[in-house]
C-alpha cells in the first residue's frame, strides 16, 4: 500500500507540473492574442485558471512525500532527534485531521454544486463541481500520503 501511494503521489504530481506548464502556455496565447492581434480568448484565461486549482491541489501528496512543504526550521538544531520525531508526528497527525475535515465538507459542497447542476456563469460556463471536486480528492490524497509518511516515521531507527 505504501508503495501505491508512493507511485500515486508521484505520478499526479508529474501530471500538476504539466498542467502549470501548459497553464503558462495558454496564458502566453492569451497575451499574445490579446495585445498583438487584438483577438482575446473567451477560453484561455478559464482554462488556465482550472488548471492551476487542479494541479496545485493534486500536487501537495508529492510535496509531502518529498518533505518539500514550508516549514520554520530555525530551532532544529536545539531540538533533539527524538524531539523531531515526535514533532514530525504531530504535524503528521494534524495534516491527516485537517485533510479528513477537507474531505468530509470538501465533498458535501462538490456534491450540492453537482446535484443542483450550478456551473461558472463565465463563457464557457464549466460545471462548479469540476473545479470543487478536485478539494476532497487532493486532500484525500494527502490524507493517505500522511498516513504514509506517519508509518515511515515510525519505522525509522531512534537517531
Known amino acids: ?42 477560453w484561455a484565461a478559464e482554462i488556465s485558471q482550472l488548471l492551476l486549482l487542479w494541479g496545485t491541489f493534486i500536487a501537495m501528496a508529492r510535496a509531502l512525500k518529498r518533505d518539500q512543504h514550508i516549514r520554520i526550521s530555525a530551532l532544529d538544531p536545539f531540538i533533539p532527534e ?15 485531521l485537517l485533510c479528513l475535515l477537507v474531505v468530509w465538507y470538501g465533498f458535501s459542497i462538490f456534491y450540492d454544486s453537482f446535484e443542483r447542476g450550478r456551473s461558472t456563469g463565465t463563457m464557457l460556463n464549466i460545471p462548479n463541481w469540476w473545479i470543487e471536486i478536485v478539494i476532497p480528492l487532493g486532500f484525500g490524497i494527502l490524507f493517505l500520503q500522511a498516513l504514509v509518511e506517519m508509518a515511515r516515521t515510525l519505522r525509522a531507527p531512534p537517531a
Open 82 to 96: 527524538a524531539g523531531k520525531r515526535w514533532l514530525r508526528m504531530f504535524s503528521l497527525v494534524f495534516i491527516a
Open 1 to 42: 500500500m505504501t508503495r501505491l501511494v508512493d507511485q500515486l503521489s508521484e505520478w499526479l504530481g508529474l501530471l500538476a507540473g504539466w498542467m502549470f506548464f501548459l497553464t503558462g502556455l495558454l496564458i502566453s496565447y492569451e497575451v499574445g492574442a490579446r495585445y498583438l492581434f487584438n483577438a482575446p480568448t473567451i
